[in-house]
């Protein structure tokens, strides 16, 4: 297991008047080299959750323990520095985070804090890059001066750079082009397949990452309300809208509809265009086969 | 989130503190600050206490809030303190250490130093507490009028300070977002030797000046679409009024001076 | 509708922000007052320049601006600005009072209106746009979401007949995008206001009557949104992807099986079903 949370709890402010408490006894296992996704309203407590996983938050209560450290809530924390860097945390708008005149030298950021060679420092910064699609010749270049997916790509980068083995994004997508969000949904679910990284995203735009994500997760006020695969998501996303605030997707309510019409619902739900239309077109091609409750025409 | 609730945060608990005039607390506070001042025996501190209490439990707000307020300034005060202890040398010897000594008379000025600095940082908490921001602009407003004599708007000023107050609140919500997010890269303030804090100041300074300036040009682009113009005439939303309540509310005041000023010439 | 009928008379604009940075040129149109039109175009297009330029934030370098039949000059801008609200995308850097009040209130203190109206109207926008009960919230207390309405309730307390949206939905969670899509749509049921809105937003763009696509500065096409989402190559273009359910209609053409235009929802699944049903 890459990362394990044993009824984690945490308030902001804990022993103020102004305490809050933004996560309410989660536990929750996440394998290692799985694509996992944070749902949930605004104010649910996702992007809280994602900062227990490299200690930049440390439990209230509980115990999370990832890779090999343990952070328990009221003990001494381990120097987290190796989590720091085995954990790659990639914020919301993380083109805010540049501060370098060249995009080789925000790269070199983190590698060299984490105390490596000006060499080998350049090289991951070149290897990073290409893992987010863009070339060397970006490397001199000013990062104030890139559009914004660009720059976007390079802050992310900046957390490859450390070589992490999981990396964990706060909405990454959020302000983006319509192609730019897909094209990074696509870059992350490389990362996972080519590289065999965990990557874990936080997300209210669940469309464009469900063909790649295998492990949905749904907050709602502090606590975790689901966990499970994307056909289980599907089967149980009409409670999750109603009840938790889930924005569903129109793919999901489409495949909903049909399958109920078809009688499909214990099949892998279809959640491209391209899949569903397929599998409607075997559905007329046929009549009669595979339904199994409403007969045929 | 969190930050806002150190400026510019009103508790509306409606008591009759919060309805007086913006203007006449503010002169009350100035007011207070002179009496402050002029503390300097402990029945004066005395008066000065009990005046505060009576005001800050007239607000209905918990005392805690108060004292949470001053909290931020403890360092200051034991400064204050010590510096006090450490160089007046008035009354009895109380002990000695090599060839200092500390003498009542310090320990006595002392205490009576930092006891002004609190109950002047948790007083003032009165006016933020009890008076929306807008209203406190407005009560600024009408207190700077006098300085068109010598050619500065009091309108622009008031302005000015009302939207530097609503972002500071945001910037630090940002900067501590930076700060999160170079921990995330390594660079952990908390975790660094001294030498290396200075060199790690740059990385968190670039991009919240970046974004700083980026929320200003918005923010002008917002108010030029809003009809601004600088100078232009402006109705006031808020509209103030003078009662008997305030002008009694600034005569409270004024017996305080009155009150400690007598007790220090006596 | 008075004057003219349109809202917006663009003939060969042009603006550039120094001589190397061209970055609209010769840009002529026409808006018809009371209509919705969507501004799409990859980023740098000078979609977002032709927004300030239409709200008079900027000055065209060449051609000319009629807004409602007055020309858009350095004398009129002042006189016009008050006919145009603009809603921006950071819903922070919009909020200039220090409560949800003080904000709506900022547009008409610079209106010198009297204090009876203006408190009338921060009350019947406020309540319009269901934040009657956040009246005395400081912004930081606010989602993303309740900051933008208060932003559209102070540009419409101002009663302008022109409204411009520079993406103003893009930094929203989905609820709230939803959301304000809705006041958009109210909007233009009213009747009363002519919408300009800048977004990526398949859903947004579908709402609107007609889209205009920018591209390196000049008009790339002008047309109805459904036939935008009819043209792949268009659509690459611009960097934008069709909604699903025009993509699930497309698909299931190439499939051979064809559904009307303008399925939403449920009716997909019965249209279906029927076809399925006749064989």
Known sequence: MAIVFEQVSFAYDERSLWRHSALEEVSLELGTGVFAAVAGSTGSGKSTLLQHFNGILKPTGGKVRVLDFTLQAGEKQPPLRELRRRVGLVFQFPEQQLFEDTVEKDLCFGPLNFGMGAEEARERASKALALVGLDDSFLPRNPFHLSGGQMRKVAIASVLAMDPDVIALDEPTATLDPQSRAELAELLSRLQREQGKTVIVVTHRMEEMLPYVDTWIVMKGGAKVFQGSPAELVRESGWLERECGLAVPACITTWNNIAARFGLEDEEPCLTSEKLAWRVARLLERPGQSIMREGGG | MRNKLLFGRSIDTGSWVHGVDPRAKLTGMILYLAAIVIVGSWPALGIAAAFSLAYMISTRIPLKYYAKAAKPLWVLMVFIFAVQCLTVKQGDELFRLGSWALYTGGLSSGLIAASRMALLVSFTAILTFTTTPGLLNQGLAGVLTPLRVIGISAQRLTLMMSIALRFIPTILDETHKILKAQAARGADLKEMPWKEKGKMLVSLLVPVTVSAFRRAEELVLSMESRGYVIGAPRSEYHLLSWRLRDTLFVVSYVALVAAVLSIRWI | ?279
């Not at chain 3, 809202?7 to 018809?32: N, R």
């Not at chain 3, 009960?133 to 540009?155: D, T, Y």
């Not at chain 3, 047309?223 to 934008?240: Q, W």
Request: aromatic share 6%; net charge negative; hydrophobic share 40%.
């Open chain 3, 1 to 279: 509708m008075e004057g003219t009928g349109l809202a917006f008379e663009l003939q060969q604009v042009s603006f550039a922000y120094g001589p190397e940075q061209p970055v609209l040129g010769d840009v002529t149109l026409d808006i018809l007052q009371g209509s919705w039109v969507s501004l799409v175009g990859p980023n740098g297009c000078g979609k977002s320049t032709l927004a300030k330029l239409l709200g008079g934030l900027l000055a065209v370098n060449s051609g000319s601006i009629i807004v409602e039949g007055t020309p858009l000059l350095r004398e009129t801008v002042q006189q016009i600005r008050p006919r145009i609200g603009m809603v921006f995308q950071n819903p922070d850097n919009q909020f200039i009072g220090a409560t949800v009040e003080e904000d709506i209130a900022f547009g008409l203190e610079g209106r010198c209106l009297p204090r009876a109206e203006m408190v009338e109207r921060v009350k019947r926008y406020a309540d319009k746009l269901e934040i009657g009960h956040l009246l005395a919230k400081h912004p930081a207390e606010l989602s993303g979401g309740q900051k933008q309405r208060v932003a559209v309730a102070a540009i419409l307390a101002m009663e302008p007949g022109i409204v411009i949206f520079d993406e103003a939905s893009s930094m929203l969670d989905e609820k709230a995008r939803g959301e304000l899509l809705n006041i958009l749509r109210e909007m233009k049921h009213s009747g009363k206001y002519t919408m300009i809105s800048i977004t990526h937003d398949a859903e947004e763009i579908m709402a609107s009557d007609r889209a205009i696509v920018l591209r390196d500065g000049r008009i790339a096409a002008d047309l109805k949104p459904r036939d935008l989402f009819g043209d792949e190559e268009l659509l690459d273009s611009c960097r934008l992807i069709a909604p699903y359910e025009v993509r699930l209609v497309r698909e299931l053409c190439r499939q051979g099986i064809r559904l009307p235009a303008g399925y939403c929802g449920e009716e997909v699944a019965e249209a279906l079903w029927q076809l399925y049903s006749n064989k």
